[in-house]
């Protein structure tokens, strides 16, 4: 059953803490430090079985990213200080394990992973600023290691990307299977990102947290034989 994961953003003001420094012409003052916590969850389908994977993916392929990857602004049709970051990475395939028609047969697709999401944080007393805020589902390639991926046709931009989430799954060096996805991580085991802003009179700390873990990870620990059984059934 395909689920979804809504969009959540909690606030919370931690502490305050601030330091003068008093003294004759130029005398320096420090800012007062404001340390926040902002809790996001993305909005985008969930599956939680490989085969609600393959059936909801236009292409599942085997394959090995090359490190190569161009970032740059990432148009959500809002404006222009609402300007996402993505990366676009090269994916080389080596088996292509499921398709449809939309598919062309290439060795090399482009993977689209966004970065981070302009986020309006309101500072109460100094006005609202456009902050970015990681995309926490992202996990960095490791291009010495090789994948399974679970992806979509964006057409009017010849670009591939996620079904949702899981969709990238880390084939280890014993050959078992590794998710990533933050859905199956819990608070205290995700790392901690942290977005700073500085205003005229303050330093904004903000912890980003990802959501708690909400799913049992059906994927981690699984052999790589199994799960291209599972794949193939489904074509």
């Given amino acids: 059953m395909k689920r979804y994961l809504s969009l959540i ?18 005398a320096i003052v420090s800012k007062e430090t404001v340390s926040t916590s902002v809790l996001t969850q993305m909005d985008q389908p969930v599956f939680l079985s490989l085969k609600e994977m393959t059936d909801n993916s236009d292409l599942v392929v085997l394959g090995s990213y090359t490190g190569k990857y161009v970032e740059y602004e990432n148009d959500l049709g809002l404006d222009e200080k609402h300007m996402g970051i993505a990366r676009r990475y090269e994916f ?13 047969d290439s060795s090399t697709i482009t993977i689209v992973k966004p970065v981070s999401y302009p986020f309006d944080y309101n500072t109460k007393d100094e006005g609202s600023y456009v902050i ?29 990307r996620s079904i949702g989430e899981p969709w990238e ?15 199956f991580v819990s608070d205290s085991e995700a790392d901690p990102k942290v977005v700073t802003l500085e205003t005229t009179n303050r330093i904004y700390e903000i912890n980003v947290k990802p959501h708690e873990g909400l799913y049992d990870d059906f994927i981690s620990g699984m052999s790589l034989e199994d799960a291209l059984a599972e794949i193939k059934e489904q074509e």
């Fill in 132 to 160: 970015q805020i990681p995309a926490s589902l992202q996990e960095e390639p490791d291009v010495n290691s090789r994948y399974i991926l679970f992806v979509e046709y964006v057409p009017d931009a010849e670009f591939y």
């Fill in 9 to 26: 953003v909690l606030i919370a003001f931690f502490a305050f803490g601030a330091a003068y420094i008093y003294g004759g012409p130029g």
């Fill in 169 to 183: 799954i880390e084939i280890t060096d014993d050959g078992l299977l590794r998710s990533g996805s933050e859905i």
């Fill in 92 to 104: 080389v395939i080596d088996t292509v394990l499921s398709e449809d028609p939309v598919y062309s």
